[in-house]
């Protein structure tokens, strides 16, 4: 897939013009529906899959709880990003899918808002978190996993219009 090009010649929004950073002000800016759509992985020995597809990890269900940290980091994201807006989340979906080709767990994430400002932080947090999640619970029987890509797929909303990876 082509991928578009950056916004050449685009200021910064989180820098002012002395070169300091600021939270920018979203208050004259109309509340409309934004999406935005992340995804990662985390690949590992096929042993590994396995025994998180068994559900015997030592530490418990290594998905459901890696699921549950990411729509938890998706909500907090402000408290863990600078300069990242408060945001009242009306969407947080967190689907991992394993893949025995890859021998890896896909993490994607689905967040939704309707606000001034995009959710692609939160996304990204999600995936992240959750990713680093999996890792965490399964770090005593595989040191050599590997958290890859993690990259923004979609964002949808606001006045930049769509963008799809």
Do not use: F, W
Not at 31 to 54: D, F, H, N, Q, W
């Amino acid at each position: 897939m082509a991928r578009k090009p950056s916004r050449q010649g685009a200021a910064l929004t989180h820098i002012d013009a002395g070169g300091e950073a600021r939270m920018v002000d979203v208050s004259e800016k109309p509340a409309t529906e934004r999406v935005a759509v992340a995804e990662g992985r985390v690949v590992m020995s096929e042993p590994t899959l396995e025994l998180i597809l068994s559900g015997n990890a030592k530490k418990g269900d290594v998905l459901g709880t890696a699921r549950v940290a990411g729509i938890m980091a998706a909500k907090r994201t402000s408290e863990l990003i600078p300069l990242c807006h408060p945001l009242a989340l009306t969407k947080v979906t967190l689907d991992i899918t394993p893949d025995k080709k890859l021998v890896a767990c896909i993490v994607r994430a689905t967040v939704k808002v309707t606000g001034p400002t995009g959710v692609e932080m939160e996304a990204l947090t999600a995936v992240s978190v959750a990713c680093l999640t999996i890792y965490d619970m399964i770090k005593a029987v595989e040191r050599g996993v590997r958290i890859e890509a993690i990259h923004l797929v979609e964002k949808k909303g606001g006045k930049s219009g769509h963008y799809r990876a």
